[in-house]
C-alpha cells in the first residue's frame, strides 16, 4: 500500500529509475531472511539498481546532528544529504525485517538498531552511508555536534563508514561544521576532531569552523553560509 502510494507521488520525480524493480531488490535484502542477520552487503543489487551521483562540493555528512542538518539544507537548495536522494527520501524514520520462512515485509517487531548489528535498518544505512560517502566529491561539508563531548564519535556512521571512504582523487576538503545547539561543550581543538584529521587521505585539507545553531537554522542568504 505505502509502495503503490510512494509510486503514485513520487516516481515522476525520479523517472529514470524503474521503481517496481528498486522495490524487488530493496524486498530481496530482508525478506525471508531472519531479521538479525541481514548484511550490508544484502543491500548491494539495491544500491546498484539506484545509485547515488555525485554532488561536488554540495554534499552534506552529519552525526549527531540529524535535526539541524535537516533544518538547515531544507532552507538552502545548495546542500545535498543522503536523506534527499531516492534511497535516503524514502527509508528515513521508517522500520522494516523480514522473517524466515515468510515472503512478508513487517514494520513492527523488528530488531532495534542496537539489539542486533546486522539488522535490515542498520546494515541498509550502513551500506547506503557507504555509497553515498564513495561518490563525496569537491569540497565536502559535515555538520557535527558541539553540545557534545565526542563529536567525532568512533562508533558513529560517519566515524566507521563514511570517512573511511572518503578519497582524496575526488575530493578537495572536508569542512566541519561544528554545530552548538544549547550549551557549547567542544570546539574545533576538541581530541576526536583531531582523530578525524589524521583519518583523512593526506590530499583532502581539513578546516574547522564553531557555529551557534541560531546561525545554521535561520539562514540570512538563500545560498552561501553564514559561518
Ligand atoms: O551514525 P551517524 O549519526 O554518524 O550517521 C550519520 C551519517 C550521515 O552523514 C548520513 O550520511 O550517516 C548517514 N546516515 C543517514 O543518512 C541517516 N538517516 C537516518 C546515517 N544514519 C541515518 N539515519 C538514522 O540516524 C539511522 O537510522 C540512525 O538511527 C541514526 C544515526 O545517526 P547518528 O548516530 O546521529
Known amino acids: 500500500m505505502r509502495r503503490r502510494l510512494y509510486q503514485k507521488q ?6 529514470r529509475y524503474d521503481c517496481e ?5 530493496f524486498e ?17 543489487p ?3 539498481a539506484a545509485p547515488f551521483r555525485p554532488a561536488c562540493n554540495r554534499m552534506m555528512f552529519w552525526s549527531k546532528t540529524k535535526e539541524v542538518v535537516h533544518d538547515f539544507t531544507e532552507k538552502r537548495d545548495c546542500f545535498l544529504t543522503l536523506e534527499d536522494t531516492l534511497l535516503g527520501s524514502v527509508l528515513d524514520g521508517l522500520t522494516w525485517c523480514g522473517k524466515q520462512g515468510s515472503s512478508e515485509t513487517f ?27 564513495d561518490v563525496a566529491c569537491g569540497d565536502v561539508t559535515a ?17 566507521s563508514i563514511e570517512v573511511k571512504r572518503f578519497n582524496s582523487t575526488m575530493m578537495r576538503s572536508l569542512n566541519v561544521v561544528l554545530v552548538t545547539q544549547e550549551s557549547t561543550v567542544t570546539n574545533c581543538t576538541n581530541a576526536s576532531l583531531k582523530d578525524l584529521q589524521k583519518e583523512l587521505d593526506e590530499g583532502i585539507k581539513y578546516n574547522c569552523k564553531e557555529v551557534i545553531q541560531e546561525c545554521s537554522s535561520n539562514p540570512e542568504k538563500p545560498c552561501g553560509a553564514c559561518w
Request: with cysteine; hydrophobic share 40%; aromatic share 14%.
Open 10 to 15: 513520487n516516481c515522476h520525480l525520479f523517472f
Open 21 to 25: 524493480k528498486i522495490w524487488s531488490t
Open 28 to 44: 530481496q535484502a530482508y525478506v525471508g531472511q531472519d531479521p538479525c542477520n541481514v548484511s550490508m552487503g544484502a543491500y548491494d
Open 46 to 48: 539495491l544500491i546498484a
Open 107 to 133: 514494520t513492527a517487531g523488528c530488531p532495534g538498531w542496537t539489539d542486533c548489528s546486522n539488522n535490515p535498518v542498520r546494515s541498509f544505512w550502513n551500506r547506503a552511508s557507504a555509497a553515498f560517502a
Open 143 to 159: 555538520m557535527l555536534n558541539g553540545s557534545i563531548t565526542t563529536p567525532f564519535s568512533p562508533t558513529s556512521i560517519f566515524a
